[in-house]
């Protein structure tokens, strides 16, 4: 038979990992193994879990960042273990200890699995599913989709559920009615979908959340997919036009964003007091005005702009009529 | 313990369970899933290149699904059940409809309508795919869609062991993984969609939950394998960390190369070169490489270089990934690293075309974990997710029959039953000290690599056998370290090592006893095809110690054996 070459350069690595469980509550264990330049963090756990330490608990599954079960935190950074090879790590770091904890925001259960019913209930809120016509369903209509349209569509539909996008996003913390991330792009997923037939019931699920992001793009970052779900909430705003009843959050976010669009059209210039007394009126301006003068920061809300000198250029390229 | 009162339980939420539990709960029925993954984590999100259908009206105009059922067959070196072969064939073409209905966004063609492309061993290309992601596309889509319907998840919960009513399939004992708590699910029927086993080897394409429980619990209680020695090699797994490099890659163009850059592949293909089916390519690879012709550490190059960057960035978008994260390979400019590691299982649970088992009532099985058989000696690539849904789908209509027609069992003793099993279980890791999982599982997996894997000979098989033999009697000095109560995975891991020495101790001896060659399982001591005393399914049952094999034969339709050229 042919032997498995182990003739790759073996490198020592501690890793640290952060435990939990109920007896013991928190402490750190540390093990040593030699690890090559393919060894992925997945294999690492095994190998702890198979030759050292069988008490470590964690998830893992595909090891090829297709099923996320694999969510943790590896030297503080989101990440999928079975994406991150440890040497990498090292080299980045330029330290040959690695440590890994389980993801933020999430429950602690055990070690490195967190409770993700929360994750669950959010994804399950926009109706994650296809909705096509009862012609179609019966087979009777055939639904023809442009590759252009699929192209689109399945860049957001690779949404794994792994939840790294919520552990990481400061959203998600403070405001219990905004979605998050994952379900954004799931919902937008289905939204867009020329073959769905139940847009304005979508609408109203992901309307008013979109406008609680507040756009820190960390889910663009730490996504192992590239599904990019602040994009998704970008792309859901501009339709919240569509959307009858909307609340308070919606019409503030949209005058909000008509204020910089005309701010920028008038002078080529974001005139931040001008654009925040439109979105908000005159009594809550006055109200965060005496706060703003309590901090000395009451001269930066009275820089007045002048007029960028190729206004008439910005108009052009905002598509005003010349 | 708590008691759970379903018609159906599914095992497993790949795409065979949650196809049957469309099927069962779309009838009305009571129907619990039970998965020791989230659903959308089952190896069905693995899969990557496709799944072939004959579509009426978009297939290549001189295709048919008899070319289609030919291929299947010959694939599976004539080993196929050629009735079930043009089942699947025939309901193809449906099935893939169905799921573009259900939203899985396939790719297209530049008229709206779903794309197609070649794969191993097809006359006509007929593989409809989303990039090389089509299995997670096919996965997210159907939990979807069953999610929507009134069936009850128990995700991240542990089958231990079927229960049983005398020669009845009466329930499933069940642990949930965060308590620690069991549960006794009574049902009518039970579904096995376990799914596959590739932890068994030291080399896999399969996820880490792939130990072979449903195997083991059928064998458990008294229910047969088919051709249980029948595993799938993949010739493209990447070179170190066998993550798979989908078959899509060659179908799209790709050619494998040895160190001299030559295309080895003419030597022993001469007509289908790279599209040899697996097991060809396989040995063929190994072949290279023990002749001195593969690179230091032992593999060989797929060579994509010449079929574009864009295009290989977007039809083999994982491929191209996974060599650059995992090989620091840019496959728009150099070789990717390859060579075989196990992919699939052809054997499992012995059903028939219905999805029914003939040894216990109640008990049905779908998808890998099951033995229909479509796949005969060696699977064609993009047949595995097609039988996964459309035997997912039979077997719920099946079960909806059963149902129909079958009273509950009046058994006061499934309690007792369920208890027994339960400490069973206990009892397998009882001991205070000694030996834990781990120990024994590295072990198991690269004897069964080394001694049960591409290349088989007596010797091998008798050495492997009788390593195996040891190391189950080993796991009876077995403990858990871990008290905790709280997903215990230390006590699952060890669990499903019991399922994996059932299962390895089933394949040695059903290899050992084969003396031929066919599909996958190749045997240097008897290198030809023996139809004469082996067109035979074997049928495999674990008494205590002992594994006895008997025969079944092969349904041949309108295809008789021929030789098995390319």
Redesign the interface.
């Given at each position: 038979?042919?032997?498995?070459?182990s003739?790759?350069e073996q490198t020592e690595v501690v890793i640290k990992v952060k435990r939990y469980?109920?007896?013991k509550g928190e402490y750190w264990s540390e093990y040593k193994l030699s690890v090559?330049?393919?060894t992925?963090m997945?294999?690492v756990l095994?190998r702890v879990?198979?030759?050292q330490d069988?008490?470590i608990?964690?998830?893992?599954?595909?090891?090829?960042?297709?099923?996320?079960?694999c969510a943790m935190k590896i030297n503080g950074e989101p990440r999928l273990a079975c994406?991150t090879?440890a040497l990498d790590m090292v080299k980045k770091y330029g330290s040959n200890q690695i440590t890994v904890e389980p993801m933020d925001f999430f429950k602690v259960?055990?070690?490195l699995?967190v409770d993700?019913d929360d994750f669950?209930a959010r994804m399950?809120t926009v109706?994650?599913?296809?909705y096509?016509s009862e012609e179609?369903?019966k087979?009777n209509a055939e639904?023809?989709?442009?590759?252009e349209d699929?192209k689109e569509?399945?860049k957001f539909?690779?949404c794994?559920?792994c939840g790294l996008c919520v552990s990481s996003c400061p959203a998600v913390r403070i405001d219990s009615k905004f979605l998050g991330p994952a379900a954004h792009a799931k919902g937008y997923r289905?939204l867009a979908?020329p073959?769905d037939t139940i847009y304005d019931e979508r609408l109203k699920i992901l309307g008013d959340s979109a406008w609680r992001c507040t756009y820190c793009y960390q889910c663009f970052n730490v996504c192992p997919r590239d599904v990019e779900p602040v994009t998704t909430i970008k792309k859901t705003r501009a339709q919240t036009r569509f959307l009858k009843d909307k609340t308070e959050v919606v019409k503030t976010g949209e005058k909000h964003v008509r204020a910089i669009y005309e701010s920028i059209r008038d002078t080529g210039k974001l005139e931040e007091a001008k654009v925040y007394l439109t979105t908000y009126g005159l009594a809550t301006a006055i109200t965060d005005m005496l706060y703003t003068m309590r901090n000395g920061k009451m001269s930066f809300a009275l820089i007045k702009e002048k007029k960028v000198s190729e206004i008439a250029q910005i108009q052009k390229l905002m598509g005003e009529k010349e | 313990m708590d008691k759970l009162l379903y018609d159906a339980v599914v095992l497993g939420g790949g795409l065979a369970g949650l196809m049957s539990a469309h099927e069962i709960a779309s009838a009305g029925y009571r129907v619990a899933v039970i998965s020791k993954?989230?659903p959308?984590?089952?190896?069905s999100?693995?899969a990557e290149g496709g799944i072939a259908a004959y579509v009426k009206g978009n297939s290549d105009p001189n295709d048919n699904p008899d070319y289609m059922t030919y291929d299947t067959v010959k694939g599976g070196d004539y080993l196929v059940d050629q009735d079930a072969a043009e089942l699947l064939s025939q309901k193809s073409g449906e099935i893939v409809?169905i799921m573009?209905?259900?939203?899985t966004?396939?790719?297209?063609?530049?008229?709206?309508?779903v794309a197609l492309r070649y794969f191993g061993g097809q006359t006509y290309p007929r593989t409809r795919f989303?990039?090389d992601?089509t299995?997670?596309?096919l996965l997210?889509?159907l939990f979807?869609?069953v999610?929507?319907l009134s069936v009850d998840f128990f995700n991240e919960w542990f089958a231990l062991d079927l229960v049983l009513d005398e020669k009845r399939v009466a329930g499933v004992l069940a642990m949930e993984m965060?308590s620690m708590e069991p549960s006794l699910f009574k049902a009518k029927a039970v579904v096995l969609a376990t799914g596959g086993m590739g932890m068994l080897y030291?080399?896999t394409t399969n996820?880490?939950?792939n130990t072979g429980d449903g195997y083991a619990m059928a064998l458990r209680a008294g229910a047969a394998l088919k051709d249980p020695e029948f595993v799938q090699f993949h010739p493209t797994a990447l070179y170190?960390?066998d993550?798979?490099i989908s078959e899509a890659a060659r179908g799209e163009g790709g050619i494998l190369r040895n160190n001299k850059g030559e295309r080895f592949m003419a030597r022993y293909a001469p007509k289908k070169l790279d599209l040899a089916p697996r097991d060809i390519a396989s040995r063929s690879i190994?072949i290279e490489?023990?002749e001195g012709r593969g690179f230091?550490?032992?593999y060989v190059g797929l060579d994509l270089t010449h079929l574009g960057e864009s295009y290989i960035k977007e039809r083999l978008a994982?491929a191209y990934?996974?060599a650059m994260?995992?090989?620091?390979v840019d496959a728009t400019k150099e070789p990717i690293p390859v060579r075989p590691a196990q992919h699939y299982y052809m054997g499992g649970v012995d059903v028939d075309i219905t999805g029914t088992n003939g040894d216990l009532q109640g008990l049905f099985a779908a998808g890998e974990a099951a033995c229909v058989s479509v796949h005969g000696a060696n699977r064609l690539g993009s047949n595995s997710l097609l039988e996964t849904l459309v035997f997912g789908r039979e077997t719920g209509r099946t079960v909806v029959e059963y149902l129909r027609t079958h009273n509950e069992s009046t058994s006061t003793t499934l309690e007792g039953e369920a208890e027994k099993l339960l400490e069973q279980a206990y009892s397998f890791v009882k001991s205070e000290s000694g030996i834990?999982?781990?120990?024994i599982?590295?072990k198991l997996r690269q004897v069964m690599?080394?001694?049960v894997?591409i290349?088989r000979n007596e010797d091998?098989l008798k050495s492997g056998l009788s390593e195996v033999e040891k190391m189950r009697t080993q796991v009876k000095e077995m403990y858990?370290?871990?008290?905790?109560?709280?997903?215990?995975?230390?006590f699952f891991?060890a669990l499903e090592l019991r399922n994996m020495m059932d299962l390895a101790v089933v394949i040695s001896k059903a290899a050992l006893v084969r003396t031929e060659s066919r599909g996958a399982h190749f045997r240097t001591d008897y290198p030809e095809r023996d139809d004469k005393n082996w067109l035979k399914h074997t049928i495999a049952y674990l008494k205590g110690n002992q594994v006895e094999i008997g025969y079944k034969p092969v349904t041949l339709t309108r295809w008789q054996p021929e030789a098995r050229v390319y």
């Open positions: 038979m042919v032997q498995e070459q003739n790759l469980n109920q007896e090559d330049r393919f992925q997945t294999e095994r879990k198979t030759e069988p008490t608990a964690y998830r893992a599954s595909c090891h090829m960042a297709v099923c996320g079960s994406k090879l259960e055990k070690d699995i993700m669950y399950f109706k994650p599913r296809l096509p179609v369903l087979g639904s023809r989709l442009r590759p699929q569509l399945w539909a690779q794994i559920w289905f979908d073959r | 993954v989230f959308t984590r089952s190896h999100s693995s409809e573009e209905r259900w939203g966004l396939f790719n297209r063609q530049p008229d709206g309508r989303v990039g992601k299995g997670m596309a997210h889509t979807e869609r999610s929507g965060k030291a080399h996820a880490y939950i170190p960390s993550i798979l190994i490489i023990r230091p550490g032992n994982l990934e996974a994260n995992f090989a620091g834990h999982f781990g120990e599982q590295n690599w080394d001694d894997g290349f091998l858990v370290t871990d008290k905790s109560k709280v997903y215990n995975t230390e891991n």
